[in-house]
């Protein structure tokens, strides 16, 4: 089966400027989570869908972060404006399950801001 | 919320040596935990998981124990290889919303 798709696959930006990532989760799978890693650390959760609904963003920035996944498949998120300590890799995952069953992760975008 | 705790953060083994891993963990209604294995630039990959109802799993060179009355669970890889060099995460799962909080990771060498 196809694998979690993500892009850009690096990107970098000046403080104050926007991004925004896409992400494409495995086919059939309804929940799919954003987690943020920086580097030397693990990936934190910042928000997880369920179908089109959000189950958990208590962790998202919502001051300067968004995401949304319209029609229960693909999604993105969106910084604006991007702060320097935002530097990261931003990992997309996906799950089939309900309870018990790890994620299969995208290869991430690594966002540089300057 | 979660919290799980990762040692060492770096370890560094000779060929043919085990390495160790441990993880602790605070909610007791946890009840799944995978370990991933990310190389450098590449994404987290599951290698093992073990679910609350079983104390120890084991594949291949890799194992997973888990005490749910310590609230604490381990990777141990038997023969380590060079290829087994990478940086290590154990997780938590809590409930039915799916949600996974990471350890901070333990970056393992093996040394020829």
């Known amino acids: 089966e196809a694998g979690v798709a993500q892009s850009p696959r690096y990107k970098i930006i000046e403080k104050r400027q926007s991004v925004a990532f896409w992400c494409n989760p495995i086919?059939?799978?309804?929940?799919l989570y954003w987690y943020q890693q920086i580097l030397g650390q693990g990936p934190k959760l910042l928000i997880q869908?369920?179908?089109?609904?959000?189950?958990?963003d208590s962790q998202l920035p919502k001051d300067r972060f968004s995401a949304e996944r319209l029609k229960g498949v693909d999604s993105t998120l969106k910084i604006q404006p991007a702060k320097l300590e935002d530097s990261a890799v931003y990992l997309c995952?996906?799950?089939?399950?309900?309870?018990?069953?790890?994620?299969?992760f995208g290869s991430g975008t690594r966002l540089t801001v300057v | 919320g979660e919290n799980v705790e990762q040692h060492p953060s770096t370890l560094s083994v000779q060929e043919g040596d085990s390495a160790v891993i441990k993880c602790t963990y605070s909610?007791?209604?946890?009840?799944?935990f995978p370990w991933y294995k990310q190389e450098l630039g590449k994404r987290p990959q599951l290698i093992i998981d073990i679910r609350s109802n079983v104390g120890e799993k084991k594949d291949q060179r890799i194992a997973v124990t888990l005490n749910k009355t310590a609230k604490h669970f381990s990777l141990h890889i038997t023969e380590t290889q060079p290829e087994d060099s990478a940086v290590y995460f154990c997780?938590?799962?809590?409930?039915?919303?799916?949600?996974?909080?990471f350890g901070t990771g333990t970056q393992l060498k093996v040394e020829l």
């Open positions: 869908f369920q179908n089109n609904g959000v189950v958990d």
């Open positions: 997780a938590a799962q809590t409930g039915g919303g799916n949600k996974l909080t």
């Open positions: 086919s059939g799978h309804a929940t």
């Open positions: 909610d007791s209604a946890s009840n799944y």
């Open positions: 995952a996906s799950s089939s399950g309900t309870g018990g069953y790890g994620y299969t």
